[in-house]
């Protein structure tokens, strides 16, 4: 069972950005398609961005674009997520998530991941 080891969490303020890392315990990422999903208390979890598993295709939800930047590294076998501009409604659990499987798309459905990790709190504060 592979796990997804996420960092990178924190507080900031309104305006600020953070950097979010996210790699599976089995070293094989070029094998994932990966996404970041975000969760408050009383809602459900959403979609943030995704990567598909040749890292050519990117997604992100309406509300990030622009101002995040989901990329893969495989040499450090990491999917990072870099936010930018934060807002104070993005203010939230992170949840790094993986499926292994060849996919040319990215993946905005969290039912469609096989893995997650622990989640990562980001607190932005005004």
């Known amino acids: 069972q592979v796990q997804l080891a996420e960092s990178g969490g924190g507080l900031v303020q309104a305006g600020g950005s953070l950097r979010l890392s996210c790699s599976p315990s089995?070293?094989?990422?070029?094998?994932?398609?990966m996404g970041w999903f975000r969760q408050t208390p009383g809602k459900e979890r959403e979609f943030v961005a995704g990567?598909?598993?040749?890292?050519?295709?990117?997604d992100y939800a309406d509300s990030v674009k622009g101002r995040f930047t989901i990329s893969r590294y495989s040499a450090k076998n990491t999917v990072s997520l870099q936010m930018n501009s934060l807002k104070l409604e993005d203010t939230a659990v992170y949840y790094c998530a993986a499926v292994r499987k060849y996919i040319t798309y990215a993946i905005r459905v969290s039912q469609d991941y096989d893995y997650w990790g622990q989640g990562t709190q980001v607190t932005v504060s005004s």
């Open positions: 990567i598909s598993t040749t890292g050519w295709n990117t």
């Open positions: 089995d070293g094989t990422i070029n094998n994932y398609a």
